[in-house]
C-alpha cells in the first residue's frame, strides 16, 4: 500500500471554500481502482490548512493517479488556492491494504 498524507496551507480567502476546489479531484480519485481512501480533515487549529490522508494498492496504482487527467487539472485548481507549497509523507507500507483497527481503544458501556 502507497500511504501518503499532505497538509495544504489555503490562502485564507479561499479557505472556506477549498473543499468546493477540490470536490471534482476528490470524486474522480475515490473512483480510481486502486485508491483504497481518499479522505479530507481541516485543522481545529489553523482554520487555513486541510490535510489529505490518501493510499493507493501499490505502486502501479499510484502512477496511475499522477499520471490522470483529474491529477493535472487538481493540481492546476489547488495552486491558485493554496498559500504555501503543500507538505507531503508518502512510504510504502509493505503487506497493508487499508486501515487496520486500533488495539489501544476499543468501545465501552459508560
Given at each position: 500500500m502507497i500511504f501518503i498524507t499532505v497538509k495544504f496551507t489555503v490562502r485564507p480567502e479561499r479557505a472556506d471554500d477549498w473543499m468546493d476546489v477540490v470536490h471534482d479531484f476528490t470524486e474522480a480519485t475515490r473512483n480510481e481502482p486502486g485508491n483504497l481512501f481518499f479522505e479530507w480533515s481541516r485543522s481545529v487549529s489553523n482554520p487555513h490548512e486541510?490535510?489529505?490522508?490518501e493510499a493507493f494498492r501499490d505502486g502501479?496504482?499510484?502512477?496511475q493517479h499522477v499520471e490522470s487527467a483529474h491529477f493535472?487539472?487538481?493540481m492546476?485548481?489547488?495552486s491558485y488556492a493554496v498559500a504555501t507549497t503543500p507538505r507531503i509523507v508518502s512510504t510504502e507500507?509493505?503487506?497493508?491494504?487499508?486501515w487496520g483497527q486500533m488495539a489501544e481503544v476499543t468501545p465501552r458501556s459508560a
Open positions: 486541510y490535510v489529505l490522508v502501479e496504482a499510484g502512477r493535472a487539472a487538481g492546476d485548481a489547488m507500507i509493505p503487506g497493508m491494504d487499508g
